[in-house]
């Protein structure tokens, strides 16, 4: 089963702007973690919010957590055709060995 | 690249016939997840393992078995196959003493028939 929701389910968006995909999930998890996937291909790590965190940036990134309603949100700021990917968010449920349960994703499509 | 390799990259197979996937991991990491994806969605945790030893499993039946090597890489294997087996299998390496990221392999899709 799936941990978390991802919303909305596609996107598109011209270069330049921003992007911004929504993940809920359903049971307490120690950390939350933001993967991307091109077409097919293996996923790629993009950052990780731990349970105790708010906000956090990496480069064009901006990751919030909000454990009381069990939400995250991902924001990918100036948009670029290289961006087009799948994006997936995995909660590692707490008290789970490294175990990461996986949403549903969000098709990106940013075009040029 | 995150070094983890998978081999092969494609497979098809039969409905009944038995299947092995390989992964190495990513050098310095003794953990090995495996992950099931169907298309359109995200990936579904088998199991996984480290030092050898099967190290949670999730809602996937025994015909899904997996060995770990003294140099940490794996194999998946199935027994069995059903259509629904098609999908795509990648494999994730991480490290007990580092962060909770995980390396992700290409993969290697399965086509059952």
């Known amino acids: 089963s799936q941990q978390g929701e991802e919303d909305p389910q596609a996107l598109s968006i011209q270069e330049g702007e921003n992007a911004t995909m929504n993940c809920s999930y359903k049971?307490?998890?120690?950390?939350l973690q933001w993967y991307r996937q091109n077409s097919g291909r293996g996923l790629v790590h993009l950052i990780l919010i731990r349970s105790n965190e708010r906000e956090k940036h990496s480069g064009r990134l901006r990751v919030t957590l909000d454990t009381s309603k069990k939400s995250s949100s991902l924001l990918i700021t100036a948009s670029r055709a290289a961006d087009t990917a799948s994006y997936f968010c995995a909660g590692r449920p707490s008290g789970s060995a490294r175990q990461l349960t996986f949403g549903s994703g969000t098709q990106l499509t940013v075009l040029p | 690249e995150t070094g983890v390799t998978q081999s092969p990259t494609h497979l098809i197979k039969t409905r009944g016939q038995q299947v092995t996937l390989r992964c190495s991991s990513q050098s310095g990491h003794n953990t090995v997840s495996w992950y099931q994806q169907a298309l359109g969605q995200g990936p579904q945790f088998i199991f996984q393992?480290?030092?050898?030893?099967?190290?949670g499993r999730g809602n996937f039946p025994p015909r899904f078995s997996g060995l770990q090597f003294p140099n940490y890489s794996s194999e998946l294997n199935v027994n069995a196959l059903e259509l629904d087996d098609s999908a795509l299998y990648l494999c994730?390496?991480?490290?007990?003493?580092?962060?909770?990221?995980?390396?992700f392999g290409p993969g290697t899709r399965l086509t059952v028939t």
């Open positions: 393992y480290y030092r050898e030893e099967e190290n």
């Open positions: 049971t307490s998890i120690n950390n």
């Open positions: 994730a390496s991480s490290s007990s003493s580092g962060g909770d990221e995980q390396y």
